[in-house]
């Protein structure tokens, strides 16, 4: 605990120097920066008809665990011996001491800060290896979320022969290096998964959806909740599910995701059907739906439930597809809310994003 109470205090120092010196396009583990401020900066950089169509996916080999210490030690700004003596403190597992010879300290609180500094500094060498990048129109843009990232292009030879080298030698220097199966150069027209969406133009038209790995992802979860839970009252098992249901759906919410949460919907209703049939095997099936399922307004087949902890007030099952979709607005790319010049901006933003939940609730 007094580690962790150091690493907090150490990072109210390290923060503001973090927000000031990093990549303007930098979008993970940095405060009022989220995975929709880096999903809408890809929207603008490839939706366009003249945008860049080829996109390299880049996937660092165990980042956290690789970053070289010497690099660090050599480069934050921030008290050396402290820095080295988390860096070397090593991590105990099944009460063995294993000593880390590379990467963030395990579990810490400084850690995210660490990684983003060290991956800082990707944009400007690709500026400086591409000064004249926009006059030549080779369409290059960089969008980072922590460890994940993608550059964007104007051929597949120019970011297979021209970017790649600049990007290996960036990351060679701070121990780093690139997975050769995971890192590939994709057409627009074939898509690509990022940060939990696929990103694809149909027709020319670009459009982000949850991608297939994602909603299998959480079926898998939503699944093992309802079955984890065979014996547990329908009220209780609500409480389970809509932080979940309510979660996913937030996160998709500024993409193309009506139709995906109607799928969700239908599939979380086949497992609660089977999970209420097997509680009562001899029971028919409209005995069944009386009991869970309940008519409310147009709808007849609310999962809902009295909740005896609320004075028997009822509680339904969320429904994804209730969810509105809004268009994210993504923060400015220059926006610091740790500078009192840019307080205003951020005021406002909270505000709007406060106006839109109330809303989205209604």
């Given at each position: 605990m007094k580690d962790r109470g150091m690493q907090a205090l150490y990072l109210l120092a390290l923060e503001p120097v973090a927000e000031t010196t990093a990549d303007r396009n930098s979008y993970g583990f940095r405060p009022e920066r989220s995975t929709a401020d880096a999903g809408a900066k890809c929207f603008m950089c490839l939706a366009g008809k003249n945008r860049a169509e080829w996109?390299?996916?880049?996937?660092?080999?165990?980042?956290?665990?690789?970053?070289?210490?010497?690099?660090?030690?050599?480069?934050?700004?921030?008290?050396?011996?402290?820095?080295?003596?988390?860096?070397?403190?090593?991590?105990?597992?099944?009460?063995?001491?294993?000593?880390?010879?590379?990467?963030?300290?395990?579990?810490?609180?400084?850690?995210?800060?660490?990684?983003?500094?060290?991956?800082?500094?990707?944009?400007?060498?690709?500026?400086?290896?591409?000064?004249?990048?926009?006059?030549?129109?080779l369409k290059m843009n960089m969008v980072r979320y922590a460890d994940d990232f993608i550059i964007t292009g104007n051929s597949k030879e120019w970011l297979q022969d021209e970017v790649m080298p600049v990007l290996v030698n960036f990351l060679a220097v701070r121990g780093l290096t690139l997975s050769p199966e995971k890192t590939k150069i994709t057409h627009i027209t074939e898509g690509f998964d990022f940060l939990g969406w696929n990103m694809r133009k149909y027709n020319g038209k670009l459009l982000i959806k949850p991608s297939k790995a994602n909603i299998k992802a959480h079926l898998k979860k939503m699944r093992e909740i309802i079955k984890g839970n065979k014996a547990m009252k329908q009220e209780s098992l609500i409480r389970l599910l809509n932080p979940v249901l309510r979660g996913w759906a937030n996160y998709h919410c500024h993409i193309v995701a009506k139709k995906t949460f109607g799928y969700v919907d239908a599939q979380?209703?086949?497992?609660?059907?089977?999970?209420?049939?097997?509680?009562?095997?001899?029971?028919?099936?409209?005995?069944?739906?009386?009991?869970?399922?309940?008519t409310r307004g147009s709808r007849n087949w609310v999962f809902a439930a009295e909740d005896e902890k609320q004075g028997r007030k009822e509680i339904r099952l969320l429904l994804e597809s209730n969810t509105p979709i809004r268009r994210h607005i993504k923060i400015k790319a220059d926006a610091n809310p740790l500078d009192q010049k840019w307080e205003k901006y951020f005021v406002a933003r909270r505000v709007n994003k406060r106006q839109n939940s109330s809303k989205g609730q209604n």
């Open positions: 996109v390299l996916e880049a996937d660092i080999t165990g980042c956290f665990d690789n970053i070289s210490h010497d690099w660090m030690t050599a480069n934050i700004p921030t008290d050396k011996t402290v820095l080295q003596k988390w860096l070397k403190a090593g991590f105990v597992y099944q009460h063995k001491l294993f000593p880390t010879e590379a990467g963030t300290p395990q579990g810490g609180v400084i850690s995210p800060a660490l990684a983003n500094l060290t991956l800082d500094g990707l944009e400007k060498a690709l500026a400086e290896a591409f000064p004249r990048a926009a006059q030549q129109g979380v209703w086949s497992m609660l059907w089977r999970w209420a049939t097997r509680r009562h095997p001899n029971k028919g099936a409209r005995w069944v739906k009386a009991k869970y399922f309940k």
